[in-house]
């Protein structure tokens, strides 16, 4: 192949089409545990509400709850993913060989969200939420008192998420979406110095935590005992009035070590011995790969 622009300008749009392509294709799950929020700044600054808000017969005047401003801020953070293409296999005709290279880096663009919103999960043992506190923790402040999301334990840790809310336990913060970019004029420093077409991805985006009412996480042995009892503390959270929050659990996440007895509490029908499992499909299991 002659290297002029021309070439290297459809190359750059095949190279975009694959890009987008594979990009639309894949199948990314933050969705389900955390909310999009979108962002045009370098930040976002979060002022949350102490309780979530309820209706109350109006009796006199409104109560007012006001925004308790935390001071939660979100920096967004710069993303890359970059690749060479060797002016050599640009004139030998060997650009095909770069078709899964492409589609493999917007797949891992697409995917990125994942991994950083599982990451912060399972970082949520020793990271602070907007009240100061781990957001799995023992002692969140509700109207004075000490609540707990935080089952204990030393084994590998599982999640139990309640995602009907419009608020989700997790916030994804997006600034800009992958976006395809180029070094490949001719006049290119990389071009002239190196003989490389340099090509890749870039995203602006952060996560933080939401609501830590909406999320209980354990180390205790995966069991039908220790899911009950996640179920019965997340169903028992109730306001700073003392009124309950209305939280259903809906989302069983584990790790790749909890497959196994994450099925045999939320998907088995029957118990080992042949008995209904009073368990059986009251959650949705997640398995992600990237936690412990």
């Known amino acids: 192949m002659i290297v002029n622009q021309a070439a290297i300008s459809g190359i750059y749009k095949s190279f975009n089409t694959l890009f987008q392509s594979a990009l639309d294709q894949a199948k990314?799950?933050?969705?389900?545990?955390?909310?999009?929020?979108?962002?045009?700044?370098?930040?976002?600054?979060?002022?949350?509400?102490?309780?979530?808000?309820?209706?109350?017969?109006?009796?006199?005047?409104?109560?007012?709850?006001?925004?308790?401003?935390?001071?939660?801020?979100?920096?967004?953070?710069?993303?890359?993913?970059?690749?060479?293409?060797?002016?050599?296999?640009?004139?030998d005709d060997q650009i095909g060989a770069y078709r899964p290279i492409i589609e493999m880096l917007a797949y891992n663009a697409a995917m990125h969200p994942d991994k950083l919103i599982f990451d912060l999960l399972a970082s949520g043992f020793t990271s602070t939420c907007f009240d100061g506190q781990y957001f799995f923790d023992t002692d969140h402040p509700v109207a004075g008192s000490s609540v707990s999301n935080y089952g204990g334990g030393s084994s590998s840790p599982w999640y139990l998420l309640c995602t009907s809310f419009p608020v989700r336990p997790l916030i994804f913060q997006s600034r800009q979406?992958?976006?395809?970019?180029?070094?490949?004029?001719?006049?290119?420093?990389?071009?002239f110095m190196r003989r490389k077409f340099i090509y890749g991805v870039e995203s602006r985006c952060s996560v933080g935590f939401g609501l830590w009412q909406l999320a209980y996480g354990s180390k205790q042995t995966l069991d039908t005992t220790n899911y009950a009892s996640a179920r019965a503390a997340m169903m028992g959270l109730r306001n700073e009035e003392g009124t309950p929050l209305g939280i259903v659990p809906s989302l069983l996440v584990v790790g790749r070590t909890g497959e196994a007895a994450g099925k045999a509490i939320v998907d088995a029908q029957f118990n080992p011995d042949g008995g209904s499992n009073v368990w059986f499909r009251s959650?949705?299991?997640?398995?992600?790969?990237?936690l412990a």
Do not use: C, Q
């Open 28 to 91: 990314p799950v933050k969705d389900r545990v955390a909310m999009t929020v979108p962002s045009n700044a370098r930040s976002n600054t979060y002022a949350w509400i102490d309780n979530l808000p309820m209706l109350r017969e109006w009796l006199g005047e409104r109560v007012v709850r006001d925004l308790a401003a935390h001071g939660y801020e979100i920096v967004n953070k710069n993303y890359e993913g970059t690749v060479s293409v060797d002016r050599n296999d640009i004139e």
């Open 283 to 290: 959650a949705e299991l997640l398995v992600v790969p990237w």
């Open 177 to 191: 979406t992958p976006k395809f970019v180029s070094m490949d004029r001719e006049t290119d420093e990389n071009v």
